[in-house]
């Protein structure tokens, strides 16, 4: 059963365009909701989080939108880089149980 | 700067070995996490634990085990080593919210 739907499975954006990585979770006990960012030979890394009394959160290009009724959190990247080309992780957690992760987006950004 | 170390990054192993894989945090975090990633999978939880001497199994626990006798320091532990374990291996610590991972060990069981 997983917890967290993560799509798409991989992504190519032209340099300068949006990308926009999608999440659904079942559980309604869910209060956190982060997206981490991992590098080839790194580990993952917060990128940007949310709590569900927003509906947005926005850090530079990376903007969280969030919609609970329908369950659904999505990461969008404005002005994507070939930098940000990565593997993107949604994940969520309710109260101080651990994360649950998606299965991860692979981000490709060509010029 | 947080920091977790797991101690290595590549290790080689033959089937049946009892293979130990260390990760210490410097951030006196109470949560530690181990998870497994494998592609097209993602990272999914083997064990945590929220103090010394507690370990709670998450959700592929199934051929590891864990030890937690200080704070900073939590050990998975492959009790006898299948090829099927062949994966990356991350650590994690937490204070409840943001988690702070290792850069990995990438197990290869022969």
């Known amino acids: 059963q997983q917890q967290v739907k993560q799509s798409p499975q991989s992504l190519i954006v032209q340099k300068g365009g949006i990308s926009i990585i999608n999440c659904a979770y079942e559980n309604t006990a869910f209060d956190y909701f982060p997206w981490y960012q991992q590098f080839p030979g790194k580990g993952p890394a917060l990128l940007i989080a949310?709590?569900?009394?927003?509906s947005e959160k926005k850090e530079g290009r990376f903007t969280i939108s969030f919609n609970k009724s329908a369950k659904q959190f999505s990461l969008h990247i404005m002005d994507s880089q070939p930098g940000d080309s990565a593997t993107y992780f949604c994940?969520?957690?309710?109260?101080?149980?651990?994360?649950?992760f998606g299965k991860g987006t692979r981000l490709s950004v060509i010029a | 700067d947080v920091k977790v170390t797991q101690s290595s990054r590549y290790l080689v192993k033959r089937t049946g070995e009892k293979v130990f894989l260390e990760c210490v945090q410097d951030m006196d975090h109470e949560n530690m996490f181990w998870y497994r990633q494998d592609p097209g999978l993602g990272l999914r939880l083997i064990y945590f634990s929220y103090d010394v001497k507690m370990k709670e199994k998450g959700d592929i626990p199934e051929g590891y085990s864990v030890s937690r006798e200080k704070k900073e320091r939590f050990s998975l532990i492959l009790e006898s080593a299948s090829t099927n374990q062949t994966s990356m291996y991350l650590c994690?610590?937490?204070?409840?919210?943001?988690?702070?991972f290792g850069q990995g060990t990438r197990l290869t069981v022969v």
């Open positions: 994940a969520a957690r309710g109260g101080n149980t651990p994360l649950v």
């Open positions: 994690a610590s937490s204070t409840g919210t943001e988690a702070f």
């Open positions: 949310i709590r569900p009394d927003v």
